[in-house]
């Protein structure tokens, strides 16, 4: 392929702003926390979909792969690029090109950042309840091919429950507009659902329509420390319960991740001591603040005069609020005794703190001096696991102990972050053969020459 050319095809449909050169897109990092650069043939940057289809276009004729890029904040390499890839790269596209307080939906380009969209509605009174630790640098394009989950699920769900409509370019760059901007709407396939958590491999997400919600009004969190595995679940169920539906996070930490979280150097002080076999972080938000935060108060006092929870921290203020949340947050703690593995899984709450056991024990019998942090949003069965052992070189035998046991639970290998480069060799542990052949015939039918994010997922 002669380079030149393809340059000059290219800058004629995105001009000279839209075009990157290897060289300089290597100076970009691949993703968070990785020292290595964005390798490609060429990195392209469209500023609208029209822009986007002319690309694709272009690919589609010379058999050009094609990697889509969001703010590259993936934890699973779902968006690596090879030397001989065309990078397209979103970034142009940040334009928030409608917000409607009284339908409660906003319509943005893929390259919006969450948090701009999360402080874009907030003046309206309204808010996009997705939520996670990268917001700041995450695009919703990229929230949107992941389907990404994060700290309020159990609440709102994932992305793919906020999205209402989309419009993707597909591989040969024709454009599927399906902003549909309602809430119900049963005409025919969902065609959005092929999108959604797909990874880039089935199309090219270029705008969304997105559902708001009402801005809560007040927000009640405690932190709490609980005996033994049994309380936590009990307790899941009895805030769920007694909360009337104004439960928006429950986030369990093992014993080992509390106090690595809360010992110096980790910036917080334990607000509960350490010692306890797991915490939890319980976040209500609702409407009025003085009746919520009674009832939220009863509803601790009750588990603790009942013996489901141990001991409680409530936050009395905005900013103790957002100190539990920090402490909760400080994942790079996990980091402090070199880079580490890790893991996102799910599995059906009966079985977790089993499975938690009979981890660490390989684990232990295997790497002795090991260290194995276990949190995560315990109300959405979702644990994450970050394991260190010392070398990078363990990563298979590691993922064999993480990932097996899933299959006989029927937990998964992915809940949040996807497959990507990363979990692929583990798919089959979570999917059968007519799900992975399905899964395939879409992909032939879709992108028939295998050029969007060629490798990826299966
Ligand atoms: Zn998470």
């Avoid at 003085?290 to 929870?309: I, K, M, T, W, Y």
Wanted: glycine content about 8%; some cysteine; aromatic content about 6%.
């Amino acid at each position: 392929m002669d380079l030149n050319l393809l340059r000059e095809r290219l800058l004629a449909i995105v001009g000279e702003a839209g075009i990157v050169c290897a060289a300089d897109a290597a100076q970009r990092p691949a993703g968070f926390m990785r020292p290595e650069g964005v390798q490609c043939l060429l990195l392209v940057r469209p500023a609208s979909t029209h822009e986007v289809a002319g690309v694709l276009r272009i690919c589609h004729e010379l058999r050009l792969p094609v990697v889509t890029q969001g703010g590259r904040t993936g934890l699973v390499h779902g968006a690596d690029a090879m030397p001989g890839h065309l990078v397209l790269s979103l970034e142009r596209m940040q334009q928030i090109e409608d917000i409607n307080p009284r339908q409660r939906v906003a319509r943005v380009q893929a390259g919006v950042t969450l948090q701009a969209l999360q402080e874009a509605v907030q003046p309206h009174g309204l808010a996009f309840p997705l939520d996670l630790g990268a917001r700041g640098s995450a695009t919703l394009g990229g929230n949107a091919a992941t389907n990404a989950g994060g700290n309020r699920v159990i609440r709102y769900g994932m992305m793919r429950d906020m999205v209402l409509g989309l419009e993707a370019v597909l591989a040969d760059g024709s454009v599927v507009s399906s902003l549909n901007q309602l809430i119900k709407n049963n005409a025919g396939y969902d065609l959005k659902q092929l999108f959604l958590g797909s990874e880039g491999t089935l199309g090219v997400i270029t705008r969304l329509v997105l559902r708001l919600r009402e801005l809560p009004a007040s927000q009640n969190v405690a932190l709490v420390a609980l005996r033994d595995f049994e309380s936590v679940s009990g307790l899941l169920k009895h805030m769920d319960r007694t909360l009337g539906g104004g439960l928006s996070a429950f986030e369990v930490m093992w014993r080992e991740f509390y106090e690595l979280v809360s010992t110096p150097p980790a910036a917080s002080a334990p607000p509960l001591p350490h010692g306890h076999a797991f915490y939890a972080l319980i976040e209500a938000q609702g409407a009025d603040q003085a009746p919520d935060n009674q009832r939220f108060v009863a509803a601790l006092e009750a588990a603790l005069e009942s013996g489901l929870v141990a001991d409680a921290a409530i936050a009395a203020s905005q900013r103790e609020c957002a100190a539990l949340w920090a402490l909760r947050d400080d994942v790079m703690q996990t980091a402090r005794h070199g880079w580490p593995l890790t893991f996102d899984i799910s599995l059906p709450l009966d079985a977790m703190q089993a499975y938690v056991q009979q981890l660490r024990a390989a684990l232990a019998q295997r790497w002795p001096a090991h260290h194995c942090w276990v949190f995560g949003h315990l109300g959405d069965g979702n644990l994450h696991l970050v394991i260190h052992t010392g070398s990078e070189a363990d990563r298979p035998a590691v993922e064999q102990l993480v990932y097996q046991p899933l299959a006989v639970l029927q937990g998964s290998i992915s809940a949040e972050h996807g497959i990507g480069l990363e979990k692929k060799p583990y798919l089959h542990l979570s999917r059968n053969p007519a799900e992975i052949a399905l899964m395939r015939a879409l992909k032939q039918t879709l992108d028939p020459l295998n050029l969007l994010n060629p490798g990826k997922i299966f």
